[in-house]
């Protein structure tokens, strides 16, 4: 099995103090029910520190205008934030060409993106796009939705007992070497698996496809180099790393992008309009129809400098280490079943579970009622509650803000579910 | 063992919900079914196959298979112990007022047309969980709707 392509955790003595950064999140400082609230639903989406508040309301306080066209002072400030924040998530994704980053509404319209542009362009019938068992359904749907269209075949990579990829039968599934594109995602949302992302990507590039890699849960949790991964497209969600909700990014290898259509028409993406045809903007404007969401990429810059200052080689550490305190104290509980690999080194910040006799809803309605707030469902990765037959997990999701105490806090609340259901 | 339990979660999980739940009544599949329906909630994953043999206009019989939490699963059980027998009416008269209690109002807590239902009279207090002790009955409304128009055959799954 390849190793994760996540460095490894900071040494100890540099570990992430989180009630150093509580203070910065508002919202963690309210009571649920009557009890502190335990936000442990970050995969689902981070709560914002002010920092990234703050940057949201200075924009529209100081600098709101429409970007790229005015000629006044407000217009060229816009433009400058708007345009600075791209060059930021160049340098956190690891490239130093901005115009290989596109702003989207999030991880789910970044992926529809490519897999309309590049998809529609390039795969034909008998052509295969390859997926995995893992994946969320904003990485399967938008293939489905184009391979109906292109008549192309969807292959899977499936997963084994221990919520990992198996590798074994890629080769075999490359050797046809019908495979166009594989879309993989990163971090697993439902159970918290990091993916041999890199692995993959080499072994995709020499049956000649290439690679898309769903980071809604990569960059969040830990160093992201583009680079590195070797992937051809990578996309993350502001609001899944301290930012807003509405933004998230699109990078693309430049000649890769620079030949694809785009994908929205309207303004801003044209260079000439006639009335029978248009020019199209150079990227990454190309892909960027209508006035775009300014003071969400203001805030997401906000949000990577927020997590640039903690490091994200700790904030990883961090959540591995409330992974496995997590693990620990559910492993003793008896008829608790736990999903994914039993080794944190090998996950993010998801501990995803089910208890003997209590559906994953009322131990989420138990656990809210002590102000513990978790997810319960099929956490839009129905073929992974399918590859375990299950319908549903409860899962807590921990980011950098999280406590000790706060996982104490679930196990106690699990046993109040195990009173009642037990 | 100490008592962390808050008394909501005591009053929202009844000892008599945790019996349907554990124990559900009219569990199975109906061979003489004049309608069914599967119904789930593609927001939980809950969900409840209802099948129902209806005979001038009653309902002679009905059972049900489902997935899911306490509340829908013990909703739906006692749902099929009140309405066995009775008059496609009565169903509908017992749905509307289930539908009534779980908006919160209270006459409809007190009907004892409701019989067991009222122990879900708590579920009114945890708005994210009325759907869920109204599966059963939705597929109940779908299916006598269902009945009406194919009223005299048996009809397969929606799915």
Redesign the interface.
């Not at chain 2, 927001?43 to 969900?47: I, L, Q």
């Not at chain 2, 997935?67 to 509340?71: L, M, P, V």
């Given at each position: 099995m390849a190793s994760p392509v996540i460095p490894p955790p900071a040494p100890a003595g540099e570990r992430l103090d989180p009630e150093a950064v509580r203070g910065d999140f508002p919202v963690l400082h309210q009571e649920v029910n009557g009890r502190p609230l335990v936000y442990l639903d970050n995969a689902a989406t981070s709560q914002t520190p002010v920092q990234v508040l703050d940057a949201i309301s200075n924009y529209y306080r100081r600098d709101n205008a429409n970007v790229h066209r005015g000629l006044h002072e407000l217009s060229r400030r816009s433009t400058d934030a708007y345009e600075g924040a791209r060059a930021r998530v160049a340098r956190w994704l690891g490239t130093d060409d901005a115009a290989e980053i596109i702003w989207t509404r999030g991880a789910t319209e970044a992926i529809n993106l490519v897999a309309h542009s590049w998809g529609l362009a390039h795969l034909e019938e008998g052509d295969e796009i390859l997926l995995t068992e893992v994946e969320h359904h904003s990485n399967l749907v938008p293939w489905q939705m184009v391979a109906r269209r292109t008549g192309a075949r969807l292959r899977y990579l499936e997963l084994d007992e221990h919520g990992q990829l198996e590798l074994e039968p890629l080769a075999e599934i490359l050797s046809g070497g019908r495979v166009k594109i594989a879309a993989v995602s990163h971090v697993s949302n439902a159970l918290g698996t990091i993916n041999p992302v890199a692995e993959i990507v080499g072994q995709v590039h020499s049956a000649g496809g290439v690679v898309l890699v769903d980071g809604a849960q990569g960059a969040a949790h830990a160093p992201v180099n583009v680079a590195e991964l070797g992937a051809d497209f990578y996309v993350c969600s502001g609001h899944k790393m301290c930012g807003p909700t509405g933004i998230g990014v699109l990078w693309g290898r430049r000649e890769l992008l620079e030949e694809m259509p785009p994908y929205q028409g309207g303004g801003e993406m044209i260079d000439e309009v006639e009335r029978d045809h248009s020019t199209w903007a150079d990227l990454p404007h190309k892909f960027e129809a209508g006035t775009p969401n300014i003071a969400g990429a203001v805030a997401m810059a906000a949000a990577l400098e927020y997590l640039e200052a903690l490091g994200p080689e700790r904030i990883l550490a961090h959540e591995q280490h409330l992974v496995s305190r997590t693990l620990d104290a559910l492993r003793e509980i008896p008829g608790v079943r736990l999903f994914g690999p039993p080794d944190p080194a090998h996950r993010a910040g998801v501990v995803s579970f089910t208890m003997k006799g209590a559906h994953p809803h009322d131990i989420a309605t138990i656990l809210d009622s002590e102000g513990v707030a978790i997810r319960a469902g099929h956490h839009c990765a129905q073929l992974v509650m399918k590859r375990y037959g299950v319908s549903a997990t409860a899962r807590a999701s921990f980011y950098l803000y999280n406590t000790d105490q706060e996982v104490d806090r679930l196990v106690a609340g699990l046993a109040s579910v195990q009173e009642i259901f037990g | 063992?100490i008592?962390?339990?808050?008394p909501?979660?005591?009053s929202?999980?009844q000892q008599l919900i945790?019996d349907h739940y554990?124990n559900p009544r009219n569990r199975g599949e109906l061979d003489d079914r004049t309608v069914e329906i599967h119904m789930r909630n593609p927001?939980?994953?809950?969900?409840i196959k209802l099948q129902l043999r209806i005979e001038d206009d009653r309902i002679a019989d009905l059972k049900f298979l489902g997935?899911?939490?306490?509340?829908s699963q013990a909703s739906v059980s006692m749902m099929t112990t009140i309405l066995k027998g009775r008059s496609l009416d009565d169903a509908h008269q017992v749905s509307r007022r289930f539908t009534e209690m779980m908006h919160g109002d209270e006459d409809a807590a007190r009907d004892s047309e409701l019989g067991n239902l009222r122990t879900l009279a708590g579920v009114a207090k945890?708005p994210?969980?009325i759907k869920?002790a109204l599966l059963g009955f939705d597929a109940l409304q779908e299916a006598m709707k269902k009945s009406r128009g194919e009223h005299d055959h048996p009809t397969e799954s929606e799915r």
């Open positions: - | 063992m008592d962390r339990s808050t909501p979660m005591k929202l999980y945790l554990r927001t939980c994953g809950d969900e997935d899911g939490c306490s509340i945890f994210v969980r869920c």
